[in-house]
């Protein structure tokens, strides 16, 4: 290729003369990279003989150049030359100048450098101090605030402290974010906060202890002013004052949570049941734990703590049914507790709610309805009933002002006051009693207007003829009569004494008076006059006479139910006969019959008292032709009583007089059947037949008023037509008219008449018939007693 380029180029040389010249301008231009080129292009040719020829002519006409620019200005050179050797002289000079003025310069620059590396220094210095004052000016405040925080630490204002620490993290601290000390206090504000949460928690259990301790004062407090309020009696809620020791001051505030409950009573009246104690605390403890986000947590802590002092509250005090201040002390807490939870509840930003509130009331209301019934239940004082009647009333009230359902405790009343009427009956069951066994059951006698005024003011008896009599005067009833008259109406006020501010309609009291009236005057009254009656050692005029007096107190009932229609308001009229309605007459009437059997049974007691004293002869050989003394005692006795019987009814008077006959018949009539008696005499029986002439005689004269003509005689008439028989010994009428209605002895029954003949034959063997032949005597008892046995065993066969 090079073989190749040779001629070609070196024919171009031969033909272009030019091209040499074109080489030479390139090795003399400025672009070096075509150097090697254009040596190549030369040597690849054969004519570089000719190209060094060239060269050096084109190194000749250089020179030539040269030489003549030389010659052109060489004296100008020469010039240059001449005026530079001066110059070298000046420079020599101007040399020594500048070292001198140098000299002096660096000397002089030795004092400048000295004052500015003062100057330096300063600025530093100042600089240094600007940035100092500019870091304090950032962390004084942060300083300020964290000692100000650990003051306010130390003196327990965790509240206020708080919103320091929280100024301080937030406001403070990220402008100093870049110093260690910074750090430090950010990795310090979570301790803070635990410190401060711990020590709200021991507040706020400070604070729970206080309430409890003078939760009772503000529950006396709102009591009274809802007595104030209602009108009821404020004495209710005064108990006597005891001073407590202080507590220890408020961590917050330095104040004593008690400080309104040392002030003076008449300063208290002023205050309200808030005003007793300070609530700061719980607000700030609540808002501390909502900072720290742990609200619902003092929620919790706050209810359950509350809740337990509720239970404490609501255990009541063993002997609170002793007295009334027991009852005071435990309602009074009650009350105090649910006024300082209505008061947070209105107060504490949702810390306490409503349905958590209901839930405890309910609670809380189960337990004291339970608590207050079973220790009323051994309370036996109507008066302390009443007081607590009155103070439930006002406990009621009070919590019924602050919202709170209170219709358990309504029927709680209720209950209590069904207790008050058993306890004022038991009560009443003394009274009774009393009055009966200072009743001397003798009618009253008046001597003077005076006397018969207070009778008939405390009992309002009205007798025409009792009026018109003179003194002095008596009432057909006893003592007993007035003064139980005067006591059913003092039960009656008393039951409706408890019943005022029960809100009962009218007609419910009405119900309630009449209901316990009637338990009264059933069970009480009718118990102890049933007691009474039947009291061993009770005489037959006492029996008479409260038979009477039971007689006076059922007419006395209607007056009863008037008192009873007076004092509940109502009015009775002919459209409701049954308002007011008392059973007092029902209950009159049965004791009333039970008393007439009492009489009835007393009397045939006091008739055998005397039939005991009857001491026959029944071998009497003569009768004495006069009645025994037994019976003409007994028949004394029988008017002196049936003369008692003039104030009593006519039936009952009548049933006793009929009775005491039959009784005295049927006696006679056994001692002569008796078993005791073997043997008997005709004299004996002539005797017998003495004293009943004289019963008969008593009996014809009617000692009461009323009965039929003949009516008493019949009671002896068994006995009269038996001793008739022997008297007048007309057995062969008897025998002939036997088992005829128009028999003359239709009452001589065939067994009686054996047992008589069997003891006169026995009476025969002695000898005592001296009238008779004995022979004939006995030849004639043995006849009757043939044909007597003979009647009996055909009555038997019949």
């Not at 030389?70 to 420079?91: K, M, P, T, W």
């Not at 020791?245 to 009573?265: V, W």
């Not at 309370?379 to 359902?405: E, P, R, S, V």
């Not at 008739?607 to 003569?622: G, I, P, S, V």
Request: glycine share 4%; proline share 4%.
């Amino acid at each position: 290729m090079a073989a190749q380029g040779g001629p070609q180029a070196t024919g171009a040389m031969e033909e272009d003369p030019h091209t040499v010249t074109h080489l030479l301008n390139e090795l003399e231009g400025p672009d070096t990279s075509r150097v090697a080129l254009v040596i190549r292009t030369i040597y690849d040719g054969d004519e570089h003989g000719k190209f060094m020829e060239r060269l050096d002519t084109r190194i000749r006409n250089h020179d030539r150049d040269i030489e003549r620019m030389c010659n052109h200005h060489y004296q100008g050179f020469i010039d240059s030359i001449r005026e530079l050797l001066q110059v070298r002289s000046q420079a020599h000079k101007l040399k020594m100048e500048v070292v001198r003025i140098d000299e002096e310069v660096q000397e002089s620059a030795k004092q400048l450098m000295a004052k500015s590396e003062e100057l330096v220094k300063t600025r530093k210095v100042q600089s240094n101090i600007c940035a100092a004052i500019d870091a304090l000016t950032l962390c004084l405040p942060v300083l300020t605030t964290y000692s100000k925080l650990q003051k306010q630490m130390q003196e327990k204002r965790y509240y206020p402290a708080l919103k320091t620490l929280e100024q301080l993290e937030h406001t403070y601290l990220p402008r100093v974010a870049s110093y260690r000390f910074a750090q430090q206090m950010r990795d310090n504000i979570p301790r803070v906060r635990e410190d401060i949460k711990q020590a709200s928690m021991s507040d706020i259990k400070d604070f729970l202890e206080a309430i409890r301790r003078v939760s009772a004062r503000i529950g006396q407090v709102a009591m009274k002013h809802a007595a104030l309020q209602y009108n009821m009696d404020p004495n209710l809620a005064m108990t006597r004052s005891k001073r407590h020791a202080p507590l220890p001051p408020n961590p917050f505030t330095g104040e004593t949570y008690e400080a309104q409950s040392e002030a003076q009573s008449d300063e208290e009246e002023e205050l309200c049941a808030q005003d007793l104690i300070n609530f700061a605390p719980v607000y700030r403890c609540l808002h501390i734990y909502t900072v720290l986000g742990a609200r619902e947590q003092f929620e919790t802590y706050y209810r359950q703590q509350r809740r337990e002092q509720a239970r404490l509250a609501l255990q009541p005090p063993t002997n609170m049914h002793e007295n009334l201040e027991g009852y005071r002390q435990y309602l009074y807490g009650v009350v105090g507790f649910f006024v300082i939870e209505d008061h947070v509840l209105n107060t504490g930003n949702g810390l306490v709610t409503r349905p958590y509130l209901d839930e405890v009331w309910d609670m809380a209301s189960g337990k004291v309805v339970n608590n207050i019934r079973n220790h009323s239940s051994y309370c036996t004082d109507t008066h302390l009933m009443l007081n607590i009647k009155n103070l439930i009333m006002l406990f009621a009230h009070t919590l019924q002002n602050y919202g709170y359902t209170v219709n358990p405790l309504h029927e709680l009343l209720l209950e209590v006051k069904d207790h008050y009427n058993e306890v004022l009956m038991q009560k009443w069951v003394q009274v009774f009693r009393e009055i009966f066994d200072e009743d001397n059951y003798h009618p009253i006698q008046v001597e003077t207007p005076e006397e018969y005024h207070r009778i008939t003011e405390v009992f309002p008896y009205h007798d025409l003829a009792l009026e018109q009599s003179s003194f002095p005067k008596r009432f057909p009833f006893s003592l007993m009569v007035p003064k139980v008259y005067r006591q059913v109406k003092n039960y009656v006020a008393a039951c409706l004494e408890f019943s005022e501010d029960l809100n009962l309609s009218q007609t419910e009291k009405e119900d309630m008076v009449r209901k316990s009236t009637n338990l009264l005057l059933t069970r009480t009254l009718s118990g102890c006059l049933a007691t009474l009656i039947k009291r061993p050692g009770l005489g037959l005029l006492q029996l008479i006479q409260i038979t009477i007096n039971t007689l006076h107190l059922e007419h006395a009932n209607v007056l009863l139910e008037h008192y009873v229609a007076k004092l509940t308001g109502s009015i009775e009229d002919s459209s409701t006969p049954g308002l007011g309605r008392l059973q007092g007459k029902a209950m009159f009437k049965d004791i009333r019959g039970e008393a007439e059997e009492q009489i009835y049974t007393a009397l045939r007691l006091k008739l055998d008292e005397f039939l005991d004293l009857a001491a026959y002869d029944w071998m009497l050989a003569e009768p004495q032709g006069t009645s025994s003394s037994y019976v003409t005692d007994l028949i004394a006795f029988l008017n002196s009583t049936f003369t008692a019987f003039t104030n009593l009814p006519v039936r009952v008077a009548q049933t006793a007089c009929m009775s005491a006959c039959q009784h005295v018949a049927k006696s006679l009539m056994s001692m002569l059947l008796s078993e005791d008696v073997k043997q008997m005499s005709l004299a004996a029986l002539e005797q017998v037949n003495l004293d009943v002439i004289q019963c008969e005689q008593f009996a014809a004269f009617e000692p009461v008023e009323g009965f039929e003509e003949g009516a008493l005689l019949m009671c002896f008439a068994d006995l009269r037509q038996l001793l008739d028989l022997f008297m007048t010994e007309d057995w062969s009428t008897y025998f002939h008219d036997y088992g005829s209605e128009n028999s003359k002895y239709l009452r001589v029954n065939p067994h009686n008449a054996i047992i008589i003949v069997e003891k006169l034959r026995e009476g025969e063997k002695r000898g005592m018939f001296s009238i008779l032949k004995r022979s004939d005597k006995k030849k004639l008892l043995e006849t009757v007693l043939k044909q007597l046995r003979q009647l009996t065993q055909q009555q038997h066969t019949t």
